[in-house]
């Protein structure tokens, strides 16, 4: 079965062509770092992280770029009310970016570009489109000509008339139509800035990541994602400047995840339940943040609430319990079955159930279906009393592989030093005394997890290996 993509620019599922055989060139857009991010943030680096893991595990070679948006007004307002340099500040966030989603186990992109890279490839990309009369000048801004392009629209399907103004457009701006956006912007006093032909300025929002895409990927890229909120203004705009400076095709697919709510109400700041990464990571396992995100498929809402999380944790120790268990009998002498070979297909079963969840657009939702049906088949399998270490090994080598393309590698059972292990008890011990029962359970099984058994004596807590 060939991979099934739904593309957001037709509204349909289509068969994955690359342009090139076995190669696949990939834009994510990045955040804008002028903070911590938040766990909506978090959404798309975990789901396309695990698209192009899935497309590795096809065989695909692929060119993953991921942006970063280091000049901004918000980067500039937190700046300047942390009287700190905007370099410092977006490399500082830069490094916490990077710190919280690699606990959440995505991989770097092929490239990180930043805008404040690319200002020269920028200010030419402005000036052939200004050249090609899609574009012009205003009192030292330059703007995109919107009603120029043919086609406006088209992704968020919606016709040029009934568009409204979109995100980050100066409202004095002298604009030739309200649907122009800026490309250019005149530099403020104080500001940072970078010469230009149009004076002092700095890019617009849109503009750098086509500039990007093209300069690290080419005219044509094969897939172009990011969260649903990026549909319009921002992914539209990328669209017409691209493909009014080159003639051709921007992306011929575009991906686009679900939104984030937190006990079914909208994430904001100005509601108060606006989760940062940095934070929740501390409290609940990242492992599990990602396989609660992965649990739905990846263009439909999440709902953070902390009985789902918890579900989602419990789900995750069921597997690696399964796994663990698998690993700690093929550490005994195994006995030789009869008939391993249908325990075998059993196993290439799941795989393939796995496979064909993937292929339909990448329904994690469906592949960790399979994966559960992996660890059903694996206790059953325990249960006799004559095991085979080919397959035993098997069912190791299906998890290894099936839950790396989610991204979530199991941990050595060995792992643990006596150091970590004490320190868990004690960690435990405390939530105890602090009626934290669950956090305690917690440990217990986490623990467990890792061949770790607990005995509570009235001398104190004693540990063994099991």
Not at 192 to 219: F, N, Q, T, Y
Not at 343 to 348: A, G, K, Q, S
Request: glycine share 6%.
């Amino acid at each position: 079965m060939s991979i099934q993509l739904y593309n957001t620019l037709t509204r349909k599922k289509e068969k994955f062509i690359p342009i090139e055989e076995g190669k696949v060139k990939m834009y994510v857009c990045g955040p804008t770092v002028y903070n911590y991010i938040h766990i909506g943030n978090a959404r798309p680096v975990i789901a396309f992280d695990t698209v192009r893991r899935y497309l590795e595990y096809r065989g695909y070679e692929v060119n993953y770029v991921s942006n970063f948006t280091d000049v901004d007004d918000k980067i500039i307002k937190a700046a300047n009310e942390l009287n700190e340099e905007v370099g410092e500040l977006t490399n500082r966030f830069i490094e916490a970016y990077f710190e919280d989603v690699g606990a959440l186990g995505c991989e770097k992109a092929t490239a990180h570009p930043r805008v404040t890279e690319h200002i020269g490839d920028i200010v030419q990309f402005i000036q052939l489109l200004i050249e090609k009369g899609y574009a012009y000048e205003s009192n030292g801004d330059v703007y995109f000509h919107t009603r120029e392009f043919d086609g406006y629209g088209k992704l968020s399907h919606q016709s040029i008339d009934e568009l409204k103004v979109g995100a980050r457009i100066e409202e004095n701006a002298i604009k030739s139509d309200p649907l122009d956006f800026a490309l250019w912007k005149a530099a403020k006093e104080g500001e940072i800035s970078w010469d230009s032909p149009w004076g002092k300025g700095r890019p617009g929002w849109h503009i750098e990541c086509s500039v990007m895409a093209r300069e690290l990927l080419g005219d044509t890229i094969d897939i172009h994602a990011g969260g649903q909120d990026l549909t319009f203004p921002h992914h539209e705009n990328e669209i017409a400047q691209s493909e009014a400076a080159t003639g051709k095709t921007f992306a011929n697919y575009w991906m686009h995840n679900g939104y984030i709510n937190i006990d079914n109400e909208k994430m904001s700041k100005s509601l108060g339940n606006f989760i940062l990464v940095h934070d929740i990571r501390k409290q609940i396992d990242p492992q599990v943040l990602r396989f609660f995100m992965l649990s739905v498929h990846y263009r439909h809402p999440v709902n953070f609430a902390q009985d789902l999380v918890e579900n989602a944790a419990n789900g995750l120790e069921r597997i690696r319990t399964a796994y663990h268990n698998v690993q700690h009998r093929l550490s005994m002498s195994a006995d030789l079955a009869e008939d391993p070979q249908s325990w075998l297909d059993r196993i290439d079963e799941q795989i393939t159930s796995f496979e064909n969840a993937m292929d339909d657009d990448f329904n994690t939702a469906n592949a960790i279906a399979a994966i559960f049906e992996l660890a059903k088949q694996a206790n059953v399998y325990l249960l006799e009393k004559n095991t085979d270490r080919q397959v035993l090994e098997r069912f190791l080598e299906a998890f290894d592989q099936l839950m790396g393309v989610l991204g979530l590698p199991f941990e050595s059972v060995d792992e643990l030093v006596d150091e970590e292990v004490d320190a868990l008890i004690q960690e435990r011990l405390d939530a105890r005394k602090n009626r934290d029962f669950a956090r305690a359970d917690e440990i217990r099984d986490q623990l467990k997890a890792k061949g770790i058994v607990l005995e509570d004596t009235a001398q104190g807590t004693r540990w063994k290996r099991g």
